[in-house]
């Protein structure tokens, strides 16, 4: 049975940082991509970032609107995959998702049940 | 960046109705990268439609997708009480993926 399960969401204050954790099992990890999704208070998805698989070198994207303060990472030997969240903004407040992209696909056909992140002082 | 318009943003059925809702993009989308989801209230989305239309595993066969370029359809046959949710299509053409908008589906 494929899981994702998030972890690491609280409560920080603007320009802190925070790390994220998706623990993932009942797949093999580095055939997939892995993809971070977030969902603020009453509003669309939105797409922040992507590793890819093994076969592309773990390679990441981001959205402009995290490119250079959040970074994608894995353990490959554990199956975790994480966000380190930096500089933090009001508008980063979200509930944070991960979820698998079968490779070539582009969409995302497992989720985790979500972290949640409020930046506030 | 390729923007999603979803339409309507809201729609109530009774059911048993046929209920389609829309979803149109600003730059053209490959038929095989446009995608909808399903989510329900305090729940983690769930890919219902890939590339355009087909099913994901375990959605009713009263749910169909369609379309092409820039406008692409959901279509339920018939709604039942367990389809309420928020479904919001997603595309893929060079990052950043993005989603539309959602629409929201009540059952009268």
């Known amino acids: 049975e494929v899981k994702l399960v998030e972890s690491g969401g609280g409560l920080v204050q603007p320009g802190g940082s925070l790390r994220l954790s998706c623990a993932t099992s009942?797949?093999?990890?580095?055939?997939?991509?892995m993809e971070w999704v977030r969902q603020p208070p009453g509003k669309r998805l939105e797409w922040i970032a992507a590793?890819?698989?093994?076969?592309?070198?773990?390679?990441?994207e981001y959205s402009a609107s995290v490119k250079g303060r959040f970074i994608v990472s894995r353990d490959t030997s554990q199956s975790i995959l994480y966000l380190q969240m930096n500089a933090l903004r009001a508008e980063d407040t979200a509930i944070y998702y991960c979820?698998?992209?079968?490779?070539?696909?582009?969409?995302?056909?497992?989720w985790g049940q979500g972290t949640t992140l409020t930046v506030s002082s | 960046e390729n923007v999603l318009t979803q339409s309507p943003a809201i729609m109530s059925a009774s059911p048993g109705e046929k209920v389609t809702m829309t979803c149109r993009a600003s730059?053209?989308?490959?038929?095989?990268?446009l995608h909808w989801y399903q989510q329900k209230s305090g729940a983690s989305p769930k890919l219902w439609i890939y590339?355009?239309?087909n099913l994901a595993s375990g959605v009713p066969a009263r749910f169909s997708g369609s379309g092409s370029g820039t406008s692409y359809s959901l279509t339920i046959s018939s709604v039942e009480a367990e389809d309420a949710a928020t479904y919001y299509c997603?595309?893929?053409?060079?990052?950043?993926?993005?989603f539309g908008g959602g629409t929201k589906l009540e059952i009268k």
């Open positions: 979820a698998r992209a079968p490779t070539g696909t582009h969409y995302f056909d497992y």
């Open positions: 009942g797949f093999t990890f580095s055939d997939f991509y």
């Open positions: 590793s890819r698989n093994k076969a592309n070198d773990y390679t990441t």
């Open positions: 730059s053209s989308v490959s038929s095989s990268y």
């Open positions: 590339s355009t239309s």
């Open positions: 997603q595309q893929y053409s060079g990052y950043p993926h993005t």
